[in-house]
């Protein structure tokens, strides 16, 4: 039998003010094993600890439940005081009587009845525990980056800083992501390339960061410390290490019609390429959909003229398999399509463009060698409309966009109207606008600079519907302020469309049983203690996977996810949990139904020698639970049909007892 | 399979053919519209006073009807469906407004918005399907080129009326599709006709309206379907010279069911 001690706590008046708590510790006092029962102001406070301890002692108590807030708050709290009092840190239960009793409730009988069944529900518990000791784990020294943008970068190298290997896997032939593919950047109109490319080359020159670029994730499996990643390396038909990105063969491709993503399809490039000048690593890829060679084994000009012989059309994908102690998301994100918002002509018109396309067209290395023009005939334009919130805070229409705020949108629209201001002071230039939003260092100066300075008309107002007539195209839009109906002419408009997750995201998550939200953004185990962690122990996130940000913002964050990955990646071994599944062999048959819904792969089954009461030897297969893989969800007990499976801290017969107390 | 049936006032009068034709297709398509005894005019425009309920009586007296013969609603004139539709979401969601009705209708069991209401081009699309109606055409369509006209209020407010995208519409190209035509699409297929305001400012209505036909015919379209009798007005009224008809006789043509035209 167990002397249980139970402490119920004040919490200030969070919970006094709802509930009775002398009532109830009062009533506790009488439940079965409990020999002791106090409350007090501030149990979590030092001298609530204090009165714990002296409890333990005095009464020499073998379980404690403290009537406090919820578990995810003071468990851990109580878990070291039953430590320091001599106990195992598992013989202690919390009955949550704040978050789930005094602060849903106002009628204060009611929730001192709520309170007391609670709190006999833990201690019914709290008779059933054992003892628990946690396994450890080691922790493999290495850090794996899912991305290669600013947000990878910036964690690889501070983690890199550090001592400790990483390995950055970026899908496109180059890093860089898409702060590469802008122009200059707000609020200090540095060139974007300018702040990046040193940044590039870093990774590239550091002996810590390996770069795997063309390659993608194809599976996770393990656990933080010890996760085992499938890599896929795919064949870019040129050996890496041979190809000195001379770009010969990239002049005598005869396919050069292709477009150019990097341009956004606004030029074309060749068959085999490398997407811009500065790209890391700087080696040529061949488009298998586009050469020749690869297609029907016609051409191989690239092959002859090649000094380095670096061109392999044999090369297949190449799998890699690593294992790391930490998991870095950096995922990032791509404007939406705007197939859905065909009101504002973007599949009409040529001079319908998004604001990454302008980014291009204005950059010095873009299509246009930075000269605006209209992609349609190539002429300047003098009107200019920036339409705002396309597809963002869509309420009304999520179906096709998004219900949140892109965030760099606003920014961004001021940058380009004021450039383009600037560099052709001919031009008329309009922005319509849901709301302006500039919180940032120096943003909304910035924006009034665009208005004031340069002459930017904002206007409020959502533009309806553009309409191509001739070579103009006719800009239907509102102008709240003056609630008037605008019609204008204009010869380029650009769309700020809104941002969202890269695809590869979801199935990325599901690999590492990361949770995301309903838009696909990686979910932070705490929205404001914890922003740069996945729930997910182990995965750590950096940049707009987690939300929309700029630039800044997506940096200091990816230092904060890799200072986090140091402070796991310093520690020799990891406390595991001890509360995992357990198999009862002797009434388990073996049927693999838990093994069916482990999402971590932590079952496994074993061929073993049982003595049958008769005195013979029978061979029967076992389930067999790999207790540093397990992560406690508990699927497999409720799975398991002969009820073989039990989860430690959590066994079906404590579950029971909660439930007989709350039901009395 | 058997509908209810609201046709409206205008379709008994200037707009015959969108009800003859509706008629003569939907059969043609295996499905019996029951008009609706004793029906009375929807209101013809939805107040947005929340608090008006007199104009509204007689649609939910329609849906009433639907609900109580569980069968849709169906109706195929663009105000008639957006006042109709109005109504019962108003029945299903604002209950100071459906107790005020039921309290003035004292109707045996009271209604709170149980109808499910279809315009009939949902009911092509969603209860005949597109493709069945493509396999009853007759009359193909092939090498027209028919732009579709949506005008406001077949759409709108989306919330609400849940039909397809209002700012990109396809159900009516879609249609044009089945029955064989080039769907030509434009712009200003979803700008207002300029509606009632033809009354007061024909010269704005005349401005819409000539807006509209010009992007029509220069996306290439010879001919221009509508829903809405209202909006044929305003496109016939303001100098159109291409045909413009309900989208219910083109199908009735395709379908070989066209028949004795109506005397008007």
């Not at chain 1, 085999?272 to 191989?300: E, H, R, S």
């Not at chain 1, 009862?584 to 999402?599: A, F, I, Q």
Request: aromatic share 6%.
């Amino acid at each position: 039998m167990q002397r249980v001690g139970v402490f119920v706590c004040w919490c200030g008046s969070n919970i006094a003010g709802t509930v009775d708590v002398q009532a109830v510790s009062e009533a506790l006092k009488n439940e079965p094993g409990v020999v002791f029962s106090a409350n007090y102001q501030y149990m979590c406070s030092q001298a609530g600890q204090e009165m714990i301890k002296t409890a333990v002692k005095e009464h020499h108590l073998t379980g404690i439940v403290v009537c406090s807030c919820s578990p995810r708050m003071h468990e851990a709290t109580f878990r070291k005081t039953a430590v320091a009092a001599g106990l195992n840190p598992y013989m202690v239960e919390i009955a949550n009587i704040r978050e789930q009793c005094s602060w849903v409730h106002k009628d204060v009988t009611a929730g001192t009845e709520k309170a007391i069944i609670l709190g006999k529900a833990a201690i019914a518990k709290v008779n059933l525990n054992t003892p628990l000791t946690p396994g450890e784990s080691p922790v493999t020294k290495r850090a794996l980056v899912i991305g290669g943008g600013i947000a990878g970068i910036q964690t690889a190298l501070d983690i890199a800083d550090a001592g400790f290997p990483v390995d950055v896997v970026e899908k496109q032939p180059t890093i860089g992501g898409k702060m590469a593919q802008l122009d200059k950047t707000f609020p200090t109109l540095d060139c974007a390339a300018c702040i990046l490319t040193p940044k590039m080359v870093d990774v590239a020159q550091n002996d810590k960061i390996r770069i795997f670029s063309y390659s993608e994730v194809t599976d996770v499996r393990g656990f933080v410390g010890n996760f085992d990643v499938t890599i896929k390396k795919k064949a870019r038909f040129v050996k890496e290490d041979v190809c000195t990105g001379c770009g010969a063969c990239v002049e005598k491709c005869p396919m050069k019609k292709i477009p150019n993503e990097f341009n956004l399809g606004m030029d074309n490039r060749h068959a085999i390429y490398i997407p811009f000048a500065q790209a890391v690593p700087k080696v040529a890829t061949i488009d298998p959909d586009a050469c020749n060679m690869l297609k029907n084994g016609k051409c191989g000009i690239c092959s002859k003229v090649c000094a380095a012989g670096a061109i392999d059309y044999k090369q297949k994908d190449e799998i890699i398999e690593e294992t790391y102690g930490a998991i870095v998301v950096a995922t990032g994100f791509n404007p939406i399509s705007m197939e859905k918002f065909d009101e504002y002509a973007y599949s009409q018109s040529k001079d319908v463009i998004t604001s990454l396309e302008f980014e291009r067209l204005t950059n010095a290395a873009g299509p246009t060698a930075g000269m605006l023009v209209r992609p349609s005939d190539g002429k300047h334009p003098h009107t200019l409309v920036f339409v705002q919130c396309v597809g963002s805070r869509c309420e009304s229409c999520a179906e096709k966009g998004k219900e949140y705020c892109s965030k760099i949108c606003c920014m961004y629209t001021a940058k380009h109207a004021m450039l383009t201001r600037d560099k052709y002071p001919d031009t008329e230039v309009y922005v319509f606008y849901v709301d302006v939003r500039t919180p940032g260092k120096n943003f909304d100066e910035f924006y009034r600079r665009a208005v004031e300075e340069y002459g930017v008309k904002y206007v409020k107002g959502m533009v309806g519907k553009i309409v191509p007539e001739g070579d103009k195209l006719k800009v239907q839009a509102s102008d709240l302020i003056a609630n008037k109906q605008l019609h204008l002419d204009a010869d380029l408009v650009v769309l700020a469309a809104a941002i969202e997750p890269d695809h590869s995201a979801r199935p990325l998550a599901t690999m590492l049983t990361a949770s995301m939200d309903t838009n696909d953004f990686f979910t932070e185990a705490h929205p404001k203690l914890r922003p740069v962690e996945s729930p997910t122990a182990g995965v750590f996130l950096s940049g707009t996977c987690q939300g929309p940000k700029d630039i800044p913002e997506t940096v200091s964050q990816a230092g904060a996810a890799a200072s986090k990955v140091i402070g796991l990646l310093v520690k020799d071994k990891l406390t595991g949990n001890p509360c995992v599944a357990i198999a009862n062999e002797l009434t388990c048959n073996g049927c693999s139904s838990c093994e069916r819904v482990c999402p971590y792969g932590a079952i496994s089954y074993l061929d073993k020698e049982f003595r049958m009461p008769d005195r013979t030897t029978k061979i029967r297969r076992v389930a067999s639970v790999n207790p540093a893989v397990c992560q406690g969800c508990g699927a497999c007990t409720v799975a398991c049909p002969s009820g073989a499976m039990d989860l430690n801290g959590f066994m079906n017969n404590q579950i029971m007892a909660e439930v007989d107390a709350i039901c009395k | 399979m058997k509908v209810r049936y609201f046709p409206g006032c205008t379709l008994k009068n200037r707009a015959k053919d969108l009800d003859t034709y509706a008629y003569r297709s939907a059969e043609a398509l295996g499905i019996t519209p029951e008009e609706i005894e004793n029906w009375q005019c929807c209101g013809g425009v939805f107040t947005t006073a929340r608090d008006e309920v007199a104009t509204k009586l007689a649609s939910v007296r329609a849906l009433k009807d639907a609900s109580d013969s569980n069968l849709p609603l169906v109706t195929v004139c663009s105000a008639c469906h957006n006042v109709i539709k109005q109504t019962n979401h108003a029945m299903q969601t604002n209950k100071e407004f459906s107790d005020k009705v039921n309290r003035y209708l004292e109707a045996d069991g009271g209604y709170n918005g149980e109808a499910e209401v279809y315009h009939y081009l949902e009911m092509l699309r969603d209860l005949v399907g597109f493709e069945k109606v493509k396999e009853r055409v007759v009359n193909s369509l092939k090498g027209k080129k028919i732009a579709a006209y949506y005008g406001c209020l077949l759409l709108r407010p989306h919330k609400v009326m849940r039909m397809d995208d209002p700012e990109n519409p396809t159900v009516m190209e879609d249609l044009l599709r089945a029955l064989g035509a080039d769907a030509v699409v434009y712009a200003r297929r979803n700008e207002c006709c300029g509606g009632y305001i033809s009354v007061e400012s024909p010269d704005a209505a005349k401005k819409n309206a000539n807006a509209i036909l010009e992007n029509a015919k220069a996306a290439g379209a010879e001919m221009i379907i509508t829903a809405c009798p209202l909006c044929k007005y305003n496109l016939v009224k303001n100098g159109a010279d291409i045909p413009v008809v309900y989208f219910t006789e083109l199908l009735a043509e395709a379908l070989g069911v066209k028949g004795e035209p109506n005397e008007t």
